[in-house]
């Protein structure tokens, strides 16, 4: 199995944080790890966030800060950046692997 390393920058989420993440938990049973990298939220988010990721990065506010923070603690083959107001169907990372894989598709 090729593990993805799912990297999640935030600030200020505690509205949605706990759902979200709780709907990614499947990655998590299946091998792979999710890593949040909070922007210095002042909501709690972090606090929320905790037991639901493998690993909750504080990094100064910036996606590509974040998103670079998160990319350095990853142990995964596979960088999967997502933001916390998306919504990922249960194949998704299936998906993403399998791509990997074998390449782009067709043009």
Known sequence: MTRISVVIPCLNEAAICQARLAALQGL???GHELILVD???DDGTP??????VDS????????ARQMN?????????IL???HLD???PPEAAGAIGQAAISGPGPA
């Open 80 to 82: 999967w950046f997502l």
């Open 56 to 63: 909750l990065l504080a990094s100064p506010a910036g996606r």
């Open 47 to 52: 606090e929320l966030a905790r037991g639901l």
């Open 39 to 41: 922007g210095g939220s």
């Open 28 to 30: 998590r049973s299946a």
């Open 69 to 77: 923070a998160g990319a350095r603690q990853a142990s995964g083959e």
């Open 86 to 88: 998306s919504q990922v």
